[in-house]
């Protein structure tokens, strides 16, 4: 009878442990990554048993949070990497000296020799960039302050990850009283690592666009799908050899393409299995919990579990004070980085074979470092219902929604810059309007000005019946927000037809989005604006201002045409390309004939 091989065998196991326990974590409000951690115990050595190369598998899926950083570099360009290189290496090295000195003397005081209580420290003071990054993404925070301040010390981290893997040698060396590396191989190692980081950022800059793009000409969607694993997997490959973070190179390689025209593509090819491959490492991490040192010495495990996330939570919460992270947003922030990090396993394997303590004591660093990375996304469960709401209540009284009905003809969704201009304009022609907005702090503001602004989310349908959106003629949708936007055409036309909706559109896929949705009355919030600005410009030139008006309005009757044209090919960006480059040119031709006929007419005197 024929056996299946293991790798079958063993991604059958993985793929239903995950298809159980995650939608079951989710349905009981502890997230994704919970349930990752919960499969990942039930099938590893102290569960089911039914995997046991744990090491294996969890050097592979490391993998994933070497996608996670490509492509989280992929969204930042040089520039605003290089505005961010303040705190990244101040904030930064502030989170590593203050969480690493308070574990590093706990642990001395405890009796732990200095080298390995500085190792100790060292590897407790890192974070999971990996759930980190996670759950800012799934909480939309990585555009907020706490969300840069996160990343910016997450990514020291990664940096700090290398000077820490290249002390343990001479902190063993020291220890055991033994040679440490020679000068002349220091030299050599340090040449290897700037060869390497020099090559990567040459070759994105020299070879990496036109080698993407001959790939890209081929037309075979799955070869450049293979070539961004390819790029990938190779500059983790180098980074590994000269002992350097696989992340933090995939990091740089995805920074560097941050302004390719292909970074899209790359984003869309490389997002299934970053995502695929995360939740295997999250797997793998459940897996590596030794259970037995926790049986055996579980009074110890508690201590230097609530020892390390103590200290850490008191040092984070000081930064973010310091930090001016909004007091909101600091009790997330301080337990997304308390947490240990992935790079705590390696760094504390790495310590054991290096002879800087022994490996049981390696053991239960590492099993507090698991159980850290397991019980944080319980914790910040417990912030949410427990604690913020409370934190909230306390710092200012709460906003009622609108609960008396309204009667008034115009509806306007988000009162921001826009929203404000057209109900101020409906106010002075003394149309009444129900103002919607879900910002309570800028609602306070305008009130102060006289403003009528009541407190809802306009995407709810109960809220829309209360401002009298079901007898109501015009809705004005101002919000910034897209998907937002989109949600409340959505419900608008499932359930009040009457409705006509004059829509802002923030770019042009917002535009086609609502298109699609049979919103024709759109305006771009930026393109009149601009068009004034050019007019001036033109006047400002030494043209008479009915020539600038003349041109701005052909323009703006062809950009207004070409949209309509480009339309129908929203999902074909090489037929949108080609008939944008054709409008433009029959724009150029036309205007061009027209400044002609008007040379060659002549002048008129008024004395004749």
């Known amino acids: 009878m024929n056996h299946a091989p293991a790798w079958l065998i063993n991604s059958f196991i993985y793929l239903a442990a995950a298809v159980v326990a995650v939608p079951l974590a989710k349905k009981l409000g502890l997230g994704s990554i919970i349930g990752y951690l919960g499969a990942g115990i039930a099938i590893g050595p102290w569960g089911l048993g039914l995997v046991t190369n744990v090491q294996d598998i969890l050097h592979f899926a490391e993998f994933g949070v070497v996608l996670m950083l490509f492509l989280i570099g992929l969204e930042l360009q040089p520039t605003r990497l290089w505005n961010l290189r ?74 700090a990850a290398i000077p820490i893997l290249a002390l343990l ?163 997330v922030f301080a337990l997304l980085l308390a947490q240990g990090g992935e790079f705590a396993f390696v760094v504390f394997q790495a310590a054991a074979g290096a002879d800087i303590f022994s490996a049981e004591t390696a053991s239960l660093l590492i099993g507090a470092v698991a159980l850290s990375m397991l019980i944080s996304p319980l914790l910040l469960v417990a912030i949410d219902k427990l604690l913020l709401p409370r934190y909230a209540d306390s710092k200012k009284p709460p906003m ?112 086609n989005a609502l298109r699609d949705r049979g919103v024709t009355r759109v305006e771009r919030e930026l393109f009149e604006s601009s068009l004034r600005s050019a007019r001036t410009v033109l006047e400002l030139l030494g043209q008479s201002p009915d020539s600038a008006q003349q041109a701005a309005e052909r323009f703006r009757e062809h950009n207004l045409d070409l949209f309509e044209r480009m339309y129908p090919h929203r999902n074909n960006r090489e037929k949108i390309i080609a008939v944008a480059k054709q409008g433009r040119r029959q724009l150029e031709a036309q205007m061009a004939q027209e400044r002609e006929q008007l040379a060659q007419q002549p002048s008129s005197d008024p004395l004749d």
């Open 400 to 511: 009622k929604e609108i609960s008396e009905q309204q009667q008034a003809p115009v509806v306007i969704a988000g009162f921001g810059r826009y929203g404000q201009i057209v109900g101020r304009m409906l106010l002075a022609q003394g149309i009444s309007a129900t103002v919607l907005d879900h910002d309570a702090e800028m609602i306070e503001t305008v009130r102060t000005f006289g403003y009528r602004v009541f407190y809802g989310d306009a995407a709810r349908l109960d809220l829309l019946r209360t401002a009298g959106a079901g007898s109501a003629k015009i809705l004005v949708l101002s919000v910034d927000d897209v998907e937002q936007s989109l949600k409340i055409v959505d419900v608008v036309r499932e359930n009040f037809p009457q409705l006509q909706i004059v829509a802002r559109a923030r770019d042009v896929t917002h535009w």
């Open 169 to 331: 040698p001479l902190l063993g060396a020291m220890g055991s009283g033994g040679e440490t590396m020679t000068h002349p191989n220091r030299a050599l190692e340090a040449l290897k690592i700037v060869a390497v980081i020099g090559g990567i950022i040459l070759g994105g800059r020299l070879l990496l666009r036109p080698v993407l793009r001959w790939i890209a000409n081929s037309r075979t969607p799955e070869i450049f799908t293979a070539a961004s694993l390819l790029l990938v997997v190779g500059i983790a490959a180098l980074m590994q050899l000269v002992g350097l973070s696989m992340a933090l190179g995939a990091f740089l390689a995805g920074v560097l393409l941050a302004e390719s025209e292909y970074r899209r593509e790359l984003e869309t090819d490389i997002e299934p299995f970053k995502a695929l491959l995360l939740g295997l490492f999250f797997i793998a991490v459940g897996m590596s919990i030794d259970f037995g040192v926790l049986w055996k010495f579980p009074g110890l495990m508690a201590a230097i579990l609530l020892g390390f996330l103590s200290l850490k939570l008191l040092a984070l919460y000081g930064l973010a004070r310091l930090m001016k992270i909004p007091y909101q947003e600091r009790p």
């Open 86 to 159: 303040r705190p990244i290496f101040g904030w930064g090295s502030a989170q590593m000296l203050s969480c690493a000195t308070l574990i590093t003397g706990l642990a001395m005081a405890f009796g732990l020799p200095w080298p390995g209580a500085l190792v100790a420290g060292l590897g407790l003071g890192l974070s999971s960039t990996a759930i980190s990054l996670q759950v800012m993404a799934e909480r939309n925070l990585m555009h907020t302050s706490s969300g840069q301040a996160g990343f910016s010390i997450l990514l020291f981290q990664d940096v």
